[in-house]
């Protein structure tokens, strides 16, 4: 489980041009943001999500809700995630059916949602231009939407979660 911001001062990545030429790039430097919570399944590719204006613990209460609610009745996650001051706060109402496992600090190579960032940016949200913060949702919508479990398995595997038969 983590969250990314993504706005109108998004990602340039590199495009494919002819030899020799130098293509153009698009650049905003108006301040709207988009965040997004997410938690994957790493072996299933199964997910959950929410955008948000902004991080804080009532909307991570908010996420948390989504994500106990789509578990089964017998189901129960464990979700692993940073020490942000939200994950933490004293107002967090984790539900029943969750555990919180927290990475050792600094260490954002062993969450598998970091990968899925990167990915969201390179292919979905990076060299694009923003209206608003409309734009914005519907734009993250998009890109979520894009998602198959079998490549939110290939994106977000890792050797300490996803068993060697499974990858």
Same mark, same amino acid.
């Given at each position: ?29 108006? &301040? ?100 608003? &913060? ?25 050797? &300490? ?7």
């Amino acid at each position: 489980m983590d969250e990314a911001r993504f706005g109108q001062q998004g990602t340039l990545t590199r495009v494919w041009a002819p030899g020799g030429s130098r293509p153009s790039a698009v650049k905003q430097n108006r &301040y709207e943001w988009l965040y997004l919570y997410a938690a994957v399944e790493p072996s299933t590719g199964h997910s959950v999500a929410l955008q948000a204006p902004n991080v804080n613990a009532g909307t991570f209460n908010v996420f948390l809700k989504m994500l106990s609610d789509e578990l089964g009745p017998k189901d129960h996650a464990v979700l692993i995630m940073d020490q942000a001051g939200w994950h933490k706060a004293r107002k967090l109402l984790v539900p029943e059916n969750i555990t919180v496992l927290y990475l050792p600090p600094y260490s954002p190579e062993l969450n598998p949602v970091e990968r899925l960032w990167a990915y969201l940016r390179s292919h979905y949200l990076a060299n694009r231009v923003f209206d608003g &913060y409309q734009h914005l949702l519907d734009a993250g919508a998009q890109a979520w939407q894009q998602l198959t479990p079998a490549l939110l398995r290939s994106v977000c595997a890792c050797d &300490y979660i996803t068993p060697e038969n499974e990858r």
